[in-house]
């Protein structure tokens, strides 16, 4: 059965009179009887190096394949922003960043007046009879329960850490202070002495234990997020004298208008140059794909567990990243771009009732999470502000269905990717632009912005560019962009063209 037929079921209608008439509490427990358990599970910095994505022909992720195998694969997924509290904070609230001011790693969102009290995804679910239960990197960075609103989640469970760490750092320093996050490798420990190990375990014994149904529970996983530290297994499967490494063009950057380079203007994450003359490029995208099958073990840990708990045939199961990551294409290592390296993420969903094993190619939304999950598990409408995303359900069903929204990436304000089925048209808080076609161009080499032939094209995509573009939210910081018309400032003080890195 489809769920556009579940949706049309008498019965559904019959609930939804009964539940008017009973008291909120008890109605929450009335509503939430018979809905599906939610797995809710997010990887930080992963791009497409998928084996279902084939970013990277090597990329060994059995347990993410078996999951899409089980779902709907969602093959042009994207992000809202290429950052990690930016991109969290669209997710969790279903809001665009252009929306909230959220650009940078800071602020969180509850300590900006106009979103306080918005209800997050978490929330929601609680609001109607769910247990919500938390644990690892769901939203970005430390988020204490206020006193004078309700709580994210009832549980939270283990945090994000990176775990066991070498004496001393295993690649050069890298500019822009040496950051001790800027590190990759392996060295001698454990699995189990790894922060991710230590978060599916977590999950793992709550689902042992059994979870008031019915559940939302929250996995986040830190890796492949630098520093890319595993164990020497996950780096046997890759041995560097068979390494692919990610095809880059020598001169990709000439095409490229000079703002693109002011969106990831002085950065801890080392450019493709510094990487080639220290000798740690190869070692990176080695590093990077251990860290990836290191992760995909751990979610099959959670899968293993979710199966038997005898919650598998009736818990819907949503795996997503934050954003991409470049290893070296467009020159630089990192996110903080609009492009595909950066934009472009792995999304399934998979659950009771749901189709299996299939594709969907259209461009989709990590802001589509919100309303899809409303409608998979019969939720009222998200009171206060609206959503801004679109349900997947109707994809869900048909793969091939029109869907007439592209995806659409911010990254500070007055910077959008747009992403269409073919296209990805870039606009700048300048005014610049790049346009590549996808189709035959997939590695974005060539711009074609500047040819007048492309005008409809670029036209076409302008439209979709977001009507409300808001300034920093007030506490704005790191990686914090703006521009005046005539200055770019990059955390605080003015860009000077000449002073770029190369």
């Not at 969106?263 to 990836?292: C, D, F, K, T």
């Not at 751990?298 to 795996?319: E, F, K, N, P, Y």
Request: hydrophobic residues 35%; contains cysteine; charged residues 20%.
């Amino acid at each position: 059965m489809t769920f556009a037929q579940l949706k049309i079921l008498p019965l559904a209608v019959v609930l939804v009179l009964a539940c008017a008439a009973i008291p909120s509490a008890a109605r929450a427990e009335t509503e939430a009887s018979g809905r599906p358990n939610v797995l809710f599970l997010a990887i930080d910095d992963l791009n497409d190096w998928v084996g279902g994505l084939g970013g990277h022909p090597q990329a060994r992720t059995p347990n993410i394949d078996r999951l899409a195998r089980r779902g709907t694969l969602f093959t042009n997924a994207h992000t809202q922003s290429p950052l990690c509290n930016p991109s969290r904070t669209s997710i969790l609230t279903g809001l665009r960043p252009s929306t909230t001011g959220i650009y940078g790693l800071a602020p969180w969102f509850r300590s900006v007046d106009d979103f306080a009290d918005v209800v997050s995804l978490p929330q929601h679910f609680r609001d109607h009879g769910y247990t919500a239960l938390s644990t690892g990197k769901i939203y970005h960075g430390g988020y204490p329960p206020a006193p004078d609103r309700p709580r994210e989640f009832d549980t939270y469970g283990t945090p994000s850490a990176v775990g066991a760490r070498p004496p001393e750092k295993l690649i050069s320093p890298t500019p822009v202070g040496n950051h001790p996050l800027m590190d990759w490798g392996t060295f001698p420990h454990r699995d189990e002495d790894k922060g991710d190990y230590q978060v599916a375990s977590w999950a793992v014994e709550q689902l042992e234990s059994g979870i008031d149904d019915p559940f939302f529970l929250a996995v986040g996983f830190f890796l492949p997020h630098v520093p890319c530290y595993a164990t020497q297994e996950w780096f046997d499967l890759y041995p560097d004298e068979t390494l692919i490494m990610p095809r880059v063009f020598r001169g990709d950057r000439l095409d490229t208008p000079e703002f693109s380079w002011y969106l990831h203007w002085s950065l801890p994450e080392p450019r493709l140059s510094w990487m080639e003359a220290n000798g740690h490029w190869r070692s990176l995208v080695q590093s990077y794909l251990a860290s990836i099958s290191f992760v995909d073990s751990q979610v099959g840990r959670v899968l293993d567990a979710l199966d038997a708990s005898g919650h598998g045939d009736d818990t819907i199961v949503v795996l997503w990243s934050d954003h991409g990551y470049h290893l070296g294409e467009k020159a630089i290592s990192g996110k903080n771009t609009l492009w595909e390296p950066s934009t472009r993420v792995p999304l399934i969903v998979a659950g009771p009732d749901l189709p299996e094993d299939q594709r969907c190619d259209r461009p989709v939304e990590l802001l589509d999470l919100f309303p899809t999950l409303i409608d998979l598990c019969n939720l009222s409408p998200r009171p206060g502000l609206p959503l801004e995303g679109h349900s997947l359900a109707p994809l869900i069903d048909d793969p091939a269905a029109d869907r007439p929204w592209p995806a659409i990436t911010t990254h500070n304000q007055g910077n959008h990717g747009i992403r269409t089925d073919r296209w990805r048209f870039i606009r700048y808080a300048d005014g610049s632009e790049e346009l590549y076609d996808l189709e035959a161009d997939p590695e974005e080499w060539t711009n074609l912005a500047l040819d007048p032939t492309y005008e409809p094209i670029l036209a076409e995509h302008r439209r979709w560019l977001p009507a409300v573009d808001r300034p920093p939210a007030p506490g704005s910081q790191h990686r914090v962009l703006t521009f005046d018309g005539q200055t770019a400032i990059w955390e605080g003080s003015p860009i000077v063209p000449s002073e770029k890195m190369p």
